[in-house]
Each structure stands twice: as structure tokens, then as C-alpha cells.
């Protein structure tokens, strides 16, 4: 596979969205079989969704083409290391493989601070069981 065919097409879906809108400057593709079956870039401030990174939005779109949430048998090309909240969404879509170009410290040297501020409390509350019924409903049904 030409990894450097597809990562160039993530680069310049980055410079594009970039120089069109403004936006961070990130974009990403899909393959399967060496075909684009899609395209992504950093949409958060166009549609107000701090969720909408390239590689989310490439993803979205990938999903609704071959109608069904996971992506095995395809490969995800980001113009840069993918974030956190992207690497799990990678993983839930069940992709084969990444590959990236920019480093997150390539990315810092440019003004870019790739990682957020994790240190918001995370506190589980125990609902008496109750918590569980979701579950267990969900369950009961996919049998």
C-alpha cells in the first residue's frame, strides 16, 4: 500500500480546511483495499463540537458509507498523531491499522498544544443497582 499516497492526501485535506476556514489544521482519509472510502478534517469550530477532529468526522463518514459502526479491513492516514478522544474512537471502529505524519511534538513546536487538561474529577456514585438496569435491559434484548 502507498502510505505515503494517502498521508499526503491527509496533509493536504489539513492545508486546505486550514487555509478555507481557518481551522486546526487536520485532516485524515480511510482506505480499504486502496480506495478512499473517506475523508475528514477539524470541523469543531464550524459546527461548535469539540468531538469533530478530522479523524472523528473521517470516521462518521466511513461508517454511514459501508452502513455499519465498525471499520475492519480499513486503514485510517491522520496528517497528525491522533489525539486521545480519537485513539478510542479508532479502537470502537475497530480499524486495522494507523498511520500518521506529524509527531504531537512537531505539532507543539508550531504553537499546537495537543494534549487537553485532564484534571476534571471523575466519581462513580453507586445507584443502589440501579445503574445496572440499562444493562441488563440491553441484554435481554440483543438475545
Known sequence: MEHTKFLRQAIEL?????????AQP???VIVRDGEVIATGVNEIAAHN????H?????IRKACEK???PELSGCVLYASSRPCPLCVEAIGWANLDAVYYAASFEE???AGFEPSADWQR?????DMNGMQLEPFRKWDAVKN
Not at 489539513?14 to 481557518?22: C, H, K, Q, R, V
Not at 474529577?121 to 456514585?125: L, V
Request: no cysteine.
Open 14 to 22: 489539513a492545508l486546505a480546511n486550514t487555509d478555507e476556514s481557518g
Open 121 to 125: 474529577p471523575f466519581e462513580r456514585i
Open 26 to 28: 487536520f485532516g485524515s
Open 54 to 58: 478530522a479523524e472523528i468526522q473521517a
Open 66 to 68: 459501508l452502513e455499519q
Open 49 to 52: 463540537d469539540p468531538t469533530a
Open 107 to 109: 505539532a507543539g513546536e
